[in-house]
């Protein structure tokens, strides 16, 4: 069984590079706590970057 904090499955937008029907997303915390879901090439994106989302 796949580990749920690791990815999640789904047809999604990346919040960050606005990429359309991305079938995996990983999981990224801001830096006030919140977990926001990304694309692979967003997933190691700068820190600032994922907080101006």
Not at 3 to 16: A, F, L, M, Q, Y
Not at 20 to 34: E, H, Q, S
Not at 43 to 51: C, F, V
């Amino acid at each position: 069984m796949r580990d749920e904090r690791k990815s999640k499955v789904c047809n999604g937008t990346c919040p960050i590079c606005n990429s359309t029907r991305i079938k995996l997303l990983y999981p990224r915390a801001k830096t006030n706590g919140t977990v926001v879901t990304v694309c692979k090439k967003c997933s190691k994106a700068d820190q600032n970057k994922l907080d101006a989302v």
